[in-house]
């Protein structure tokens, strides 16, 4: 179990999220915020600011580029989603602590793997928080659900 310190901060501005417990940097990882900007309005694509926390993480022993489709990982089968910002590796789902990103959790914003690699360190995605697959499946290890985070412009 991690100390009750340990908390993650999501830098808009500098594509940036950094893992500390108190006031040391654990880790800092570049990341890929959304190409819409910042709100929270339901259907915006747009990353959400303020507190949150992890509700909950899924894909603990997925294969680094697993496909994820509703939470759930596709088999070698399965169809791929009808969307080019596919949710891989690892799913972190973030629950917003503040009235005005209450709605975080009912919009599905996940901090997650991406099969967009080269895009990560500039604002591309839908609203997620995406990262390198390596980086997310790393970050994954090293959080628990209840983990503060703190997105910021």
């Not at 747009?46 to 697993?66: E, L, M, N, S």
């Not at 997620?128 to 994954?140: A, G, P, T």
Request: hydrophobic share 30%; with cysteine; proline share 6%.
């Amino acid at each position: 179990m991690q100390s009750a310190q340990t908390k993650i901060t999501i830098s808009i501005g500098d594509q940036l999220l950094t893992l500390k417990r108190g006031k040391e940097t654990l880790r800092s990882y570049p990341v890929s915020t959304s190409r819409f900007g910042v709100g929270t309005e339901e259907g915006s694509f747009k990353t959400p600011t303020g507190r949150f926390r992890v509700a909950k993480k899924i894909g603990r022993d997925a294969p680094t580029g697993t496909i994820f489709r509703s939470r759930v990982p596709l088999g070698p089968d399965d169809p791929l989603p009808a969307t080019d910002d596919l949710v891989m590796s690892r799913i972190i789902w973030l629950d917003g602590l503040e009235e005005h990103n209450a709605n975080t959790r009912e919009r599905f914003i996940y901090i997650h793997g991406t099969k967009h690699e080269n895009k990560i360190g500039s604002p591309a995605s839908h609203g997620c928080i995406r990262m390198r697959n390596s980086d997310v499946i790393e970050l994954f290890e090293l959080i628990d659900e209840e983990t503060p985070v703190l997105i910021h412009e």
